[in-house]
């Protein structure tokens, strides 16, 4: 168990609310990512941070943008909702220290987005 | 470019059958390989991986994998399927480098009917 929880777990909005979901760890990892699963495409990075308010683009980065303020919260915001953003919306760390290779990922459980 | 192929959306096997689950993937330099397993609405669950020395590797639940660098493969398999083992699996890849994520392919649902 890596510590990792997600809020909310589900929700359902409509199109042009903006949307922000938490990622939050309990054991200091630097490097935080945020995925998006869609069937037939498997997961898709969207952002991720390797540190407090250091954060870069993913593939599919647009409609998206992140903030990390504290070293435990990762946060996903969709501006302006669409409905192309319904998905699952996943969060993971890797243990790996800066300068070392990307291992393996812990994830979180998830998030479903339904925008209607 | 690092890119992940799995062979494959959807595998069927019977209980107590070879699961074999293929993935082919592409990287200019060494990479780390891994496989992960979901169970329905649930989150990935690292099942094993790759980085360097031994080409077989062994994970949870009686999957191993074997890294082939001619062939860049590194296929799941399980000597015998059991029903609990009906999950979507993905392979992933990451370079032997720091700052960069995962890079994974679009899975393969397993089936194991009785």
């Known amino acids: 168990d890596a510590g990792i929880t997600q809020s909310p777990r589900h929700k359902v909005t409509e199109t042009g609310t903006p949307v922000t979901l938490r990622c939050h760890q309990t054991?200091?990892?630097?490097?935080m990512y945020w995925y998006r699963q869609d069937p037939g495409h498997g997961l898709r990075l969207i952002h991720y941070?390797?540190?407090?308010?250091?954060?870069d683009k993913g593939e599919v980065s647009d409609g998206y943008s992140v903030s990390r303020s504290k070293t435990e919260d990762f946060l996903l915001t969709l501006e302006s909702a669409t409905s192309s953003q319904t998905s699952v919306y996943f969060c993971?760390?890797?243990?790996?220290?800066?300068?070392?290779?990307?291992?393996?990922?812990?994830f979180g459980p998830g998030t479903r987005l339904t925008v209607t | 470019a690092q890119s992940v192929t799995q062979l494959g959306s959807h595998v069927s096997v019977s209980e107590g059958a070879l699961v074999l689950l293929r993935c082919n993937y592409s990287s200019s330099v060494p990479p780390y390989l891994f496989w992960y397993v979901q169970y329905p609405n649930q989150g990935l669950q690292l099942l094993l991986k790759?980085?360097?020395?031994?080409?077989l590797v062994k994970g949870i639940n009686g999957f191993e994998a074997e890294f082939k660098k001619s062939e860049t493969s590194f296929h799941l398999t399980k000597p015998s399927a059991h029903m609990s083992d009906a999950a979507e699996y993905f392979c992933a890849v990451s370079e032997e480098q720091a700052g960069t994520a995962l890079i994974f392919g679009k899975g393969t649902t397993l089936s194991v009917s009785s």
């Open positions: 941070s390797y540190g407090v308010k250091d954060t």
């Open positions: 993971a760390i890797t243990p790996a220290a800066p300068g070392q290779p990307i291992g393996e990922q812990y």
């Open positions: 054991e200091n990892h630097r490097y």
């Open positions: 790759y980085t360097t020395g031994a080409t």
